[in-house]
């Protein structure tokens, strides 16, 4: 599996102006160990119109909790999140790729967060889901909370971890915000502030190594198309009739979405917990994974 100081990060062509990356085409299935590579079921699907990687644990297995359907950050892939998903062995878990990143290919047409969510409901229904807690993280998060509202006879709980209500957010960093428009100097300085989290917060594991380890970059087009998905969408005034118990995590010091943004979620959301992670930054699910897993199972059960 390829760590974080093996990527070549310098990628000509990105940038909201630049040209796609050429079609990367699909590597083989792997598996594997926990925090190694891959032992989740993964397959292509293609659900209206998309064709989607799809990795999935322990989902033929019983379980008194549902499993857990969760969205991903901007730009990141499955491999990011796999230690978080394997960790969590009593419950099934499932994601996917979105398109252009990871391994799933570039979208032909752009998509909303209404529309992913349908796209996320036709992936439960092919593996014959019927409720799932939802859980995204940071862009993901932004879906998790539309598809809550769009699906919520699907829905148990929902886990919102380092995300905001949209376009009514409270900025961040103005620095890392401009840096948002070139996925190349965004993820690159990212990668970089937590991964040095990772090694030098006692708190931390190789199970968060290798999580941040294992992110690689998106498509030039599947970025651009993640930041265009959001454009105009807010949940802000839909949240007060979100009806689910609801956690909210956010870090300390995340310079990208500052912890007032997880304070406005848990104002609107009724009955919405709030969990902070102190002295942590963007990506607290991966470099603080202890306390991370710790409060899921409290509040999924």
């Given at each position: 599996m390829m760590r974080f100081g093996d990527?070549?990060?310098?990628?000509?062509?990105?940038?909201?102006?630049?040209?796609?990356?050429?079609?990367?085409?699909?590597?083989?299935?792997?598996s594997g160990e926990?925090?190694?590579?891959?032992s989740a079921d993964v397959s292509f699907e293609s659900i209206g119109g998309l064709d989607l990687r799809v990795a999935r644990w322990r989902l033929d297995k019983p379980s008194e909790h549902p499993p857990v359907l969760f969205f991903n950050g901007i730009?990141?892939?499955i491999e990011a999140v796999a230690p978080l998903a394997e960790a969590l062995e009593e419950r099934g878990f499932i994601m996917f790729d979105m398109p252009?990143?990871?391994?799933?290919?570039?979208?032909?047409?752009?998509y909303t967060p209404s529309t992913m969510s349908w796209t996320a409901r036709g992936i439960l229904e092919r593996f014959g889901l019927d409720e799932v807690d939802v859980m995204g993280m940071s862009w993901g998060g932004t879906i998790a909370q539309q598809f809550a509202l769009q699906h919520g006879s699907r829905v148990r709980r929902v886990v919102l971890a380092a995300t905001?209500?949209?376009?009514?957010?409270?900025p961040g960093d103005p620095k890392m915000?401009?840096?948002?428009?070139?996925p190349y100097s965004a993820i690159n300085e990212m990668?970089?502030?937590?991964?040095?989290?990772?090694?030098?917060?006692?708190?931390?594991?190789?199970?968060?190594?290798?999580?941040?380890?294992?992110?690689?970059?998106?498509?030039?087009?599947?970025?651009?198309?993640?930041?265009?998905?959001?454009?105009?969408?807010?949940?802000?005034p839909a949240l007060p009739f979100l009806d689910k118990p609801v956690l909210v995590m956010m870090g300390e010091n995340d310079p990208i979405v500052p912890l007032s943004n997880g304070q406005l979620l848990a104002g609107a959301i009724p009955g919405a917990r709030l969990e902070v992670f102190a002295d942590a930054g963007h990506l607290f699910l991966m470099t603080h994974p202890e306390k991370s897993l710790r409060l899921l199972r409290e509040f999924l059960g």
């Open positions: 990527l070549d990060l310098r990628l000509p062509g990105w940038g909201v102006l630049g040209s796609a990356m050429k079609d990367r085409g699909r590597r083989p299935t792997l926990p925090g190694g590579p891959l730009g990141a892939n252009g990143t990871g391994e799933s290919p570039d979208p032909v047409f752009p905001t209500p949209g376009m009514m957010m409270i915000l401009a840096q948002m428009a070139d990668l970089m502030r937590e991964y040095m989290s990772a090694m030098e917060n006692a708190d931390e594991s190789r199970l968060a190594r290798n999580s941040v380890g294992n992110i690689s970059p998106p498509s030039a087009t599947g970025y651009f198309y993640q930041l265009l998905a959001l454009a105009g969408w807010t949940s802000l």
